[in-house]
């Protein structure tokens, strides 16, 4: 599952919603992605879940016009 949210949730608002998913979906793995087009801003926030989450909790994506400049 991919849930795709506002990138300017705060913290505690993001703590919500991992709270809902580990009720829903106890033990669940997942992964927060946070995606940045470049001016110094993120543009995209998503929490991936389950068979989607990586190994890692978190991960930040910064993306060129055509590919990932780095990660």
């Given amino acids: 599952m991919l849930l795709d949210l506002s990138p300017r949730l705060d913290e505690m608002q993001q703590s919500v919603v991992e709270s809902i998913v580990q009720t829903t979906f106890p033990?669940?793995?997942?992964?927060?992605?946070?995606?940045?087009?470049?001016?110094?801003?993120?543009?995209?926030?998503?929490l991936w879940v389950g068979a989607l989450a990586s190994s890692e909790?978190?991960?930040c994506v910064r993306m060129g016009t055509k590919h990932v400049i780095a990660s």
């Fill in 27 to 46: 033990g669940v793995n997942s992964t927060w992605e946070w995606l940045s087009q470049g001016g110094g801003r993120v543009d995209r926030l998503s």
């Fill in 57 to 59: 909790i978190h991960r």
